[in-house]
């Protein structure tokens, strides 16, 4: 099953993450471009948003420093405009591999693409690994701890929920019973043509 991989490839991208634990590290994709390309669309992908987790953890400082608050949320800002680059990029793969299916009379559309939901399950590893740290941090009380427990079954579930609900797109996709299209999120606060702000400043 595909997500069987790419949730495997999640949490390897989150272990990775956290040996160093810094969202300034360097990076290195694992897999290769050009003959693993859909396994190195998804290490990419998760580790943007390792990256952004910990950015957003970083900016609720109350104590943080004006200067770098800015800077940071221009960093958030440009994560979040890589973060859709990359569905864009899962998705058109998804395109590509089903390109030749004969669509059937009657198929329908989701509401939202493959590559969205795998937007999700990235998001829901993140959850799931924060949360476990928190069921067992030994200097939590037992409460925290047990409420965290809860939280992260449900998380657990989630998980299997989301998978099963992908996968079945993803074989209804081929089975030529649904189709996909990509439409492109056209943000409008990053273009200096379509921001009036920035477009002042040209």
Not at 112 to 118: N, T, Y
């Amino acid at each position: 099953m595909f997500t069987e991989k790419a949730n495997k490839i999640f949490q390897e991208v989150i272990d990775t993450y956290h040996i160093v634990d810094d969202p300034y590290q360097a990076f290195e994709n694992k897999y290769d471009e050009s003959t693993q390309l859909l396994e190195h669309l998804l290490y990419r992908k998760c580790w943007i948003d390792t990256v952004q987790w910990h950015y957003e953890d970083i900016i609720r400082d109350p104590n943080i420093d004006p200067v770098a608050a800015l800077d940071l949320k221009r960093k958030i800002d440009a994560s979040n405009q890589d973060r859709t680059d990359m569905v864009e990029y899962i998705d058109s793969y998804f395109l590509n591999k089903y390109k030749d299916v004969t669509v059937k009379d009657g198929a329908t559309i989701n509401t939202e693409s493959p590559a969205w939901g795998v937007d999700r399950l990235s998001i829901l590893a993140l959850k799931v690994y924060h949360m476990n740290e928190e069921a067992t941090r030994n200097d939590a009380s037992a409460t925290h701890r047990e409420a965290c427990k809860k939280k992260l079954d449900v998380l657990l579930e989630q998980r299997v929920d989301l998978s099963t609900a992908i996968d079945t797109l993803l074989h209804d996709i081929q089975a030529g019973d649904k189709y996909m299209k990509v439409y492109k999120q056209m943000k409008m606060y990053n273009d200096d043509e379509l921001n009036p702000v920035l477009r002042t400043q040209k």
